[in-house]
């Protein structure tokens, strides 16, 4: 294998307000071209990770130690301006909601090519001609008319489909994708799912896919790392913790998710008990 | 079929789109489009359908909450369709609501005692204040509700309590029949499948009819007996929950399916394409 | 619309003032006049008719550009309109653009330091001026400028002394745009202190709806977007949140700006500005019936127009509304 | 028996929570700043004639403007100097607190009741009854209130009456304009969706489910509004029309300063001043009422 595009080492962090522990030595490694899944449910600190490498953590949380390498340069002691510029360059991130990630009062031309323009310095008319190439990479008909419109005149599918194409535009190396498709309908988020895995095949871009859908793991990473209260619980390859999990969290998740597949197999709530064990567990040392 | 307990036929609702300054009158949004549903007696009916399909509408219209351009709408042999808000009343009772968003749909303002024991002594279901008292605590217990909730205000409470909270107001009414919107849709795996599974149990024990309205087919499948897919208003496929599954008839259907992420790897999964 | 409210507006003033306890003749009249003098009167103004006759005969005349003639200063309203009308525009439009501007810069400021311990005083001390009205500012400035640090005249629209020669109503833009310096400088010492009176109760509001919505849209997603691209934050503020913060801070603005046009009426009154306000107040007080009337028309349709013209500039910032 | 003491403990702390509120607010600063500061005001209207130094319409032209204590002239007794007939700026200043106060509490509580009634009315029926209503605050509305009031007082006549009449039938559109979105806003929450499919009637839902949840809104523009009042009471005595000349008020005060400017600042100063905090106490007071009276937001 390559080398490591991007190593996290025992990051934690914490709560300003109240000091409680919200990453707890947290550790993962990331690839050149792979896509490794970052889930737990709500609280397990998932989304913290995203925001620490990509320094928009709310003021409230503190990282208290550990390193970010990317390509081999410690995001949390650069100084700021290269800081910004590289992470402008080489990292990118989706968002969650497509409706609030597109600012609605600008046309999505602007939107599209902020980044070329202020970061590469293009001109505006190999900006757009990007833009246009981006767009069709990303399957939108009618590309032009889609330059020239407004977020809301389109579907949140179609806005998906934007926001991916101006999170490839600058060819990052590693893109942040926080929950891309929860948002979004069944159907549509099967359709987006494969414009992703497409263009990071095409592109080989690394993958950092935060989620909390099981399902959406064992079809579209490579690799996954669980957390619970902001702890590696397990972590490894999707085939390995998905068929064999090690940690009996891992299986009662599992066990919890409906199955359309095996109706008989899911929906089984995770024992209190269990949790209660889990809570001990993760907070001491 | 005698023995439903509701049933539609062929409804049809009409939004009038508000006029703006600058707007004429709009031609008006058909949400739904002339559709059929029934819903036998301790049955559970899934209504799947992605967004803008009109399965909300469908839902309050079924409780007489939205009002409907035409057809029909037959609660337990009664024809409920022009009834006014006095003769629905009494029927209010047989028919109970679970909501999406368990904050909203609580008075921010109110305790959950008064929450929960308001509805049973309006109805009647209840004695007195002690008794109705008597029954919340016994149904907190049963829920695993902490009895101290009973004096708090709803944002005192968990999410997953909240919810809890809104099964425990409707099953207190002692219902025929719950329509349930979407109520797990912004949970944890791990408390939707725990609210599942008391609103499963508390079909069985009290011999309830359901509607289950769900964008999640794994939900729907996990809970109902019998489901229908909408779409654009229209439904396009009908039947017993395994029929549907195993065999689904129409593409859209196949194409819903095909497109839930299995917890189990299956590597074509991501390029294959099917229906449409 | 408008002209539903506008009608509106005109047959409440006239039943208002004519069905109310009191005769409009009593209100004109002087103690010991006659009853043939009263009735005399009474057939002047045609108030003699009934009711409705009456309200006909003024619809007519209005819309025949007839406003009446004042009984208190034996001119015709609309010529004193004409005269006094764009003194009256030129205050709430000097007023509109300062607290546009002073509502917008602090707004951004102190979203550029919400982090700093300097956003804190910012709330605290636009708390306060969102607290005090027109009224007490005025005061406030007589007090300050006119005992403790008399630099600002206290009275009047100009200096009676200067050379006044005006073609147009409009003496601010015209001695701008004609360049007459000493003019304009002498003009605007005149305007600073009720200006200031009537911007700052709207400043402050404006600042307290556009810092909130600026604050909230400045967490959205696409402001985080832009941040990633390495815009800087004053850029943000601009070009991101300002344009989709600036609606709804724009439509209460429309409904304040009306405020700020009734406020004309105490403020011109306590610097002696020659505007409508202050010929209102005199009308009132002398009992000027067909005056009265018309400046209540002239303020109703001044009300409208602001009206339409906020629902305009919403649209046109909203690109959701402009595309209906 | 384990039963009935859970019953009672649970309902001990029920009634103490119900009257937790009024604990909460105190608490809030705003409110304990800006309530004390009301209060004070409402106890020295009421002993103005015991607190009172002089007799507030004693002239005595021998002690025509004098200035407060520490400027150059000052007359002992004269705390805050004496007015061009010399009378007692102190003593004026303390009685036109009971005409400025009476206004305020009698004024806002006829506006909000009519503007609330209305308002809830537009909220809840929609429809016609919105319609209407809306336009009628539109075409009110376009009246510059200022104007409006003063036109009101001089037809039918000077007096505290018509001055709190006035002012009512002026600003009851604040309250229903308030009172109406937030009744719409809250009408469309599941709340009330909720209490639909219960069953309540639509009256029982207006006013037990909705109007508390409207309440807190209410009661802090009840505050503002008293804040108003003072203020358009203070414009109607300035312009001279709100209650006859020798009762002293803080306008008519305001007048007389303003005329004499240059020979005694401070017979603007000592009435603009308590103009000013009265105001500002009353917003304060609203600001915090709000915001104490939230139950999301207060813990």
């Not at chain 2, 029909?72 to 609501?97: A, C, H, S, Y």
């Not at chain 3, 409009?24 to 103004?45: E, K, T, V």
């Not at chain 4, 509004?225 to 001279?240: H, N």
Request: glycine share 8%; charged share 20%; net charge neutral.
């Amino acid at each position: 294998m390559s080398a490591p595009i991007l190593v996290i080492d025992g990051l934690s962090a914490v709560s300003q307000r109240d000091g409680t522990p919200i990453l707890r030595r947290v550790s993962l490694t990331l690839h050149r071209g792979e896509t490794r899944g970052l889930v737990g449910e709500s609280g397990a600190g998932k989304s913290t990770i995203g925001k620490a490498i990509l320094h928009i953590l709310p003021s409230a949380v503190r990282v208290t130690a550990g390193q970010i390498l990317f390509e081999d340069r410690d995001l949390l002691t650069m100084p700021s301006a290269p800081l910004r510029r590289l992470i402008g360059e080489r990292i990118a991130l989706i968002p969650q909601d497509p409706m609030t990630a597109l600012n609605p009062g600008r046309r999505i031309e602007a939107q599209l090519t902020d980044g070329l323009r202020l970061i590469r310095g293009a001109s505006a008319r190999t900006a757009r001609a990007r833009a246009l190439s981006l767009l069709e990479e990303v399957h939108i008909r009618e590309p032009e008319r889609v330059l020239r419109a407004y977020p809301h005149e389109l579907s949140g599918g179609m806005r998906q489909r934007v926001l991916i194409a101006a999170a490839f535009a600058l060819e990052p190396a590693l893109i942040i994708a926080d929950e891309p498709t929860t948002a979004l309908d069944v159907t549509v988020q099967k359709q987006i799912l494969r414009l992703l895995r497409n263009m990071q095949n095409a592109h080989g871009t690394a993958v950092l896919f935060v989620t909390h859908d099981l399902g959406v793991v064992a079809q579209v990473c490579d690799s996954v790392t669980l957390l619970f209260g902001g702890k590696v619980i397990e972590e490894g390859p999707v085939a390995q913790v998905l068929e064999a999990p090690r940690h009996a969290y891992a299986r009662a998740l599992l066990d919890a998710c409906p199955r359309s597949d095996h109706p008989e197999l899911g929906l089984r709530p995770i024992p209190a008990e269990l949790i209660a064990r889990l809570r001990r567990e993760v907070a001491t040392p | 079929m005698t023995d439903d307990l509701l049933r539609a036929d062929e409804l049809k609702i009409v939004f009038d789109t508000p006029r703006g300054l600058f707007k004429r009158k709009g031609a008006g949004v058909q949400a739904l489009r002339g559709v059929s549903v029934r819903v036998g007696r301790g049955e559970t009916i899934g209504i799947v359908g992605e967004s803008g399909s009109g399965k909300t509408t469908l839902g309050r219209a079924l409780l007489r909450l939205a009002d409907v351009s035409s057809g029909r709408i037959v609660f337990d042999g009664r024809d409920i369709t022009g009834l006014g808000e006095r003769d629905m009343r009494p029927l209010r009772r047989r028919m109970q609501l679970i909501f999406q968003d368990p904050m909203a749909s609580l008075n921010p303002r109110h305790t959950i005692r008064r929450i929960v024991t308001e509805p049973m002594l309006f109805h009647r279901v209840a004695a007195d204040p002690a008794d109705a008292q008597r029954r919340a605590r016994a149904i907190f217990e049963r829920f695993s509700l902490p009895l101290a909730c009973l004096a708090r205000f709803p944002h005192e409470l968990s999410g997953g309590q909240r919810q809890r909270v809104g099964i425990a107001r409707a099953a207190l009414l002692a219902p025929d029949f719950v329509l349930a919107d979407e109520i797990v849709s912004g949970l944890d795996v791990s408390t939707q499948a725990q609210a599942l599974n008391l609103l499963k149990e508390l079909s069985r024990d009290l011999g309830l009819a359901m509607a289950f309205i769900s964008h999640d087919l794994s939900v729907v499948r996990a809970v109902c007996d019998r489901v229908y897919v909408l779409r654009q208003g229209l439904v396009v496929e009908e039947g017993r929950c395994d029929a549907v599954f195993e065999s689904p008839k129409h593409p859209y259907t196949r194409a819903l399916l095909d497109a839930i992420p299995s917890p189990r790897i299956d590597p074509g999964w991501l390029q294959r394409d099917q229906g449409d | 619309m408008a002209a539903i409210t506008l009608t509106g507006v005109g047959v409440a003033i006239f039943v208002l003032l004519r069905v109310v306890p009191g005769d409009p003749i009593a209100m004109m009249i002087s103690p010991g006049a006659s009853p043939a003098d009263i009735a005399a009167l009474r057939a002047h103004y045609g108030l003699d008719a009934g009711i409705g006759q009456q309200f006909v005969v003024w619809a007519r005349d209005l819309l025949r550009g007839d406003f009446g003639v004042s009984i208190s200063l034996h001119r015709s309203v609309l010529e004193l309109l004409a005269e006094r009308l764009p003194a009256t525009l030129e205050l709430a439009g000097a007023a509109f653009v300062v607290a546009l501007l002073l509502g917008v810069s602090v707004s951004v400021v102190a979203v550029l330091a919400s982090d700093s311990k300097v956003a804190p005083l910012i709330d605290t001390v636009n708390g306060l001026f969102l607290a005090v009205p027109d009224f007490i500012w005025a005061l406030l400035l007589v007090l300050t400028f006119g005992v403790f640090a008399p630099v600002l005249p206290l009275s009047g629209r100009i200096d009676p002394s200067l050379d006044t020669h005006f073609t147009t109503p409009f003496y601010l833009l015209e001695s701008l745009l004609t360049l007459r310096v000493a003019l304009f400088s002498d003009i605007c010492k005149h305007m600073i202190m009720p200006t200031l009176a009537l911007a700052l109760p709207l400043a402050a509001v404006l600042t307290r709806v556009l810092k909130e919505s600026l604050r909230e849209a400045m967490v959205q997603d696409y402001v985080l977007l832009a941040r990633l691209k390495g815009k800087s934050r004053l850029r943000l503020v601009l070009q991101e949140a300002l344009r989709n913060a600036i609606a709804p801070a724009l439509a209460l603005t429309g409904v304040q700006f009306t405020f700020l046009i009734g406020g004309t009426v105490i403020v011109e009154r306590i610097f002696s500005y020659p505007g409508i306000g202050n010929l209102a107040i005199d009308a009132v007080i002398n009992r000027d019936l067909p005056l009265i009337q018309g400046l209540t028309l002239a303020f109703g349709a001044l009300f409208i127009l602001v009206n339409i013209a906020v629902d305009l500039l919403v649209v046109a910032a909203n690109p959701r509304l402009r595309h209906g | 028996m384990v039963e009935g003491a859970l019953t009672q403990r649970t309902d001990v702390s029920a009634t103490r929570r119900r009257w937790d509120w009024i604990g909460v607010c105190v608490a809030d600063p705003k409110v304990a700043v800006g309530g004390g500061f009301i209060l004070c005001l409402c106890l020295v209207a009421l002993a103005a004639p015991l607190i009172a130094p002089h007799d507030p319409l004693e002239q005595d032209i021998m002690l025509g403007l004098t200035p407060p204590p520490g400027f150059a002239g000052a007359e002992p007794g004269h705390w805050l100097g004496t007015d061009d007939l010399g009378r007692d700026v102190l003593s004026r200043v303390l009685y036109g607190s009971r005409v400025a106060l009476t206004v305020a509490f009698a004024a806002s509580a006829l506006a909000a009741v009519i503007g609330s009634t209305l308002g809830l009315a537009a909220g809840w029926r929609r429809g016609w009854v919105d319609a209407a209503i809306s336009r009628l605050v539109e075409i009110w509305m376009a009246f510059p209130p200022v104007l409006l009031s003063i036109l009101l007082v001089a037809v039918v006549g000077p007096g505290v009456g018509s001055v709190i009449a006035a002012i009512a039938i002026i600003d009851w559109t604040r309250f229903c304009r308030v009172v109406r979105a937030e009744t719409m806003n809250q009408a469309s929450a599941d709340y009330v969706t909720a209490a639909r499919a219960v069953g309540f009637a639509p009256g029982r839902i207006l006013m037990r489910e909705i109007f508390p949840n409207v309440a807190p809104v209410l009661i802090a523009l009840i505050s503002l509004e008293m804040g108003i009042a003072v203020i358009v009471e203070a414009i109607l005595s300035f312009v001279g029309l709100s209650v006859s000349s020798d009762t002293p008020t803080w306008g008519g005060m305001i007048a007389e300063g303003r005329q004499a400017l240059h020979e005694g600042w401070w017979i603007l100063a000592a009435p603009l001043t308590l103009l000013l905090l009265t105001v500002l106490a009353f917003n304060l007071l609203g600001e915090g009422l709000r915001r104490a009276l939230d139950p999301v937001m207060r813990r």
